[in-house]
């Protein structure tokens, strides 16, 4: 019997997910560490786990290993300390090291979290990603500006999801920002060349430092133009054959970018991107599960369950890589104005054929406030055998669906 704890600061429906499909794997004892108290845990959540330890800050690695202990003090000696947010892996290889758990270290998730030293170490493996730097005075971030020319992108050096990012386009734009946020040593910027092209996700799992099953997504169009435009409603296509020339590019270079970063066993997701001259950069690795609905599209172009199997993988180190039968995508629903939800107009006027093809869907509920973020109010999600039907379904949602606010 294997004793793993969960860190899950808040059981937010996808984290949720993820913990349960822990808990229900045979053999294992799973403990959860969160910020809410116990009798905050749904029931049909709760009566899964062996043990709950509350902290009032998840990201402190001290609060964590104090937890670790405490759970292990009741349970016996924690063998495996699991999280899919981004934000925790580096304070969770921590506590890893510091209690000698199995895992992911600290030097790796450093990589894969601090985006300035995950470009380093990229380029010095001869993997292609951005110039970059990051700055700590506005004098850095001009100087860069003049070495690489515009448009730029300026980011967090740990951020995730594409938040906080934004880009510039001129000088009169560099010296807006600068002006507003400038850099400093306690507060420093990533700047990068903005890459131009087609942009898409690789989803990999590596097992004893070999690829062992990659997905390739496409997103249309790219998440900085939709956070650019925050009327603008947009898709992820999973094609189903990911076979061809067009994403040999992104599945040669990828797991020698992950081998580089370090990774021995895990599931990731990187973002790249495929030049106007057809080659391919890498822009971001993360070592977690992807978000933005990609995990349940996963779940439906493969039929089965990438919750459970990321649970196992985590616990034992294995990873039985399923056939891919579909293509699935999934249309963000966003607002059009400001405010909170009035109506959701066009579902009724949708081709038959279309609404036979979702497969799952969480649509905006009149009066519900706008979330404001790139992945909208709502979602639809749709699968069929072919990767063209979809595309098709996947034009007629973004066109014909519209979300009022007000």
């Known amino acids: 019997m294997v004793v793993a704890a969960f860190v899950a600061p808040y059981l937010l429906d996808t984290t949720t997910r993820f913990v349960e ?21 749904p029931p049909g959540l709760r009566e899964h786990l062996a043990g709950h330890w509350r902290v ?20 016996g000696p924690v063998q ?97 920002w600068l002006d507003v946020a400038p850099p400093s040593a306690d507060a420093p910027v990533l700047i990068e060349e903005f890459l131009t092209g087609e942009e898409g996700s690789y989803d990999s799992v590596m ?41 040999a590019g992104i599945r040669d270079i990828a797991p020698a970018a992950l081998a580089a970063l370090g990774l021995r066993t895990g599931l990731t997701h990187m973002e790249w991107f495929r030049r106007p001259d057809g080659t391919v950069a890498v822009s971001e690795v993360a070592a977690r599960p992807p978000g933005a609905q990609i995990t349940s599209m996963l779940c439906y172009v493969h039929d089965f369950d990438l919750y459970s199997a990321w649970a196992q993988l985590m616990v034992d180190g294995t990873f039985k890589p399923p056939p891919r039968s579909w293509a699935a995508g999934t249309v963000y629903l966003r607002g059009q104005g400001v405010g909170h939800v009035r109506a959701v107009h066009g579902l009724d006027v949708l081709p038959e054929q279309v609404r036979d093809l979702v497969v799952d869907s969480r649509l905006p509920q009149p ?5 404001g973020s790139y992945e909208g109010d709502g979602h639809i999600t749709v699968r069929h055998p072919e990767t063209a039907v979809i595309a098709s379904a996947l034009r007629d949602l973004v066109s014909t669906v519209r979300v009022e606010l007000g």
């Not at 808990?23 to 969160?34: E, G, M, N, S």
């Not at 009032?56 to 349970?75: K, N, R, T, W």
């Not at 009066?367 to 979330?371: M, W």
Request: hydrophobic share 50%.
């Open 80 to 176: 495996r300390l699991l999280a899919v947010l981004e934000q925790l892996q580096v304070p969770v290889a921590q506590v890893r090291e510091h209690l000698g758990i199995a895992g992911m270290d600290v030097a790796t998730a450093v990589n894969f979290r601090e985006k300035a030293q995950m470009k380093t170490v990229l380029r010095a493996a001869g993997v292609p990603c951005a110039r970059h730097q990051l700055a700590t005075a506005a004098a850095q971030a001009a100087s860069f500006a003049e070495q690489v020319g515009f448009p730029l992108v300026v980011k967090p050096p740990a951020g995730a999801g594409a938040k906080a990012t934004f880009r510039l386009d001129d000088a009169g734009d560099l010296a807006a």
């Open 367 to 371: 009066g519900q406030l706008s979330s």
């Open 207 to 247: 097992v004893d430092g070999e690829v062992v099953w990659d997905s390739v997504s496409n997103y249309l169009p790219t998440p900085l133009e939709v956070l650019r435009n925050p009327w603008m409603q947009w898709m992820v296509l999973l094609p189903r054959d990911i076979g061809g020339p067009e994403y």
């Open 21 to 41: 499909a822990a808990a229900r794997l045979p053999d294992v004892q799973l403990a959860l560490i969160t910020s809410e108290p116990a009798d905050r845990l």
């Open 56 to 75: 009032d800050d998840a990201l402190d690695p001290g609060q964590l290993a104090a937890a670790v202990q405490g759970l292990g003090g009741q349970l």
